[in-house]
């Protein structure tokens, strides 16, 4: 078990070793997900009220629209005002979520999140958490966006930043706060996450009632590299349902 209050270095490399042994049965990347997202979740908690930390942890990964299956396409569609949209574009793509609520533990019940589309820099603008956390990671909205062959090797053996915001109340990088950080008591947000060899972001954003430090943050960048270790095998199967 850890505790966001007094995470260490040498717990950073405990808890990655734990990790690197997640996803030897996982069919795709989804199922390698669905065990981070899950260690995430029961292995933090305040050990002094020995109540789990996380209110909600959820891994998200960039995805090509055409690439994704006629259900999630409509949901991306959905949430697209103007009729007329690129042939292809990016979607932030939720493939595994734990949670306090029973609606919280199936990226199919999630609402909103699913496949956010990011048809270029304006519509992230629009989304701040989603644009701070491409940003605090090191990356340009645009590399993001739009995957350029060159930049892939050099993007996915980069060590990326993590995405911190210490201070949850913070209504601009977080705007949900009537309905969902006040009432969880959701003290601070971290995501950690790297580039994977297609160039697609990928990305673990935990929502905790357990305040996280900068420098308990800035330790997650060891745990990325792990994470990373468990995903990137199924590069080529990312959902469990194809």
Not at 209 to 220: D, G, Y
Not at 231 to 239: D, E, G, I, L, T
Request: proline share 4%; aromatic share 10%; with cysteine.
């Amino acid at each position: 078990m850890y505790d966001f209050l007094n995470f260490t270095m040498v717990d950073a490399v405990n808890c990655g070793r734990e990790i690197r042994h997640l996803g030897s049965n996982a069919r795709s990347m989804e199922d390698a997900a669905n065990e981070l997202v899950q260690f995430f979740y029961e292995n933090f908690i305040e050990k002094e009220s020995e109540t789990k930390s996380c209110v909600l942890v959820r891994f998200f990964k960039m995805h090509d629209y055409n690439h994704l299956g006629d259900d999630l396409k409509i949901i991306a569609r959905k949430s697209i005002n103007d009729a007329c949209f690129p042939e292809n574009f990016m979607c932030l793509t939720l493939l595994a979520t734990r949670g306090t609520n029973p609606e919280w533990n199936s990226r199919h019940a999630s609402v909103g999140h699913q496949a956010i589309p990011l048809m270029d820099t304006e519509s992230v603008d629009k989304i701040p958490m989603i644009k701070n956390l491409i940003k605090q990671m090191g990356l340009e909205v645009g590399s993001v966006l739009e995957i350029d062959s060159k930049l892939m090797t050099d993007l996915s053996q980069k060590t990326f930043n993590v995405f911190h915001v210490p201070d949850a109340s913070d209504g601009y990088s977080i705007p949900a706060q009537e309905n969902f950080i006040k009432p969880y008591g959701v003290k601070s947000v971290l995501g950690f996450g790297g580039v994977l060899p297609s160039g697609h972001l990928f990305s673990m954003i935990i929502f905790s009632r357990t305040f996280i430090s900068p420098e308990v943050a800035n330790r997650f960048i060891t745990v990325t590299l792990n994470m990373k270790m468990v995903v990137m095998p199924f590069a080529k199967r990312v959902f469990s349902s194809n």
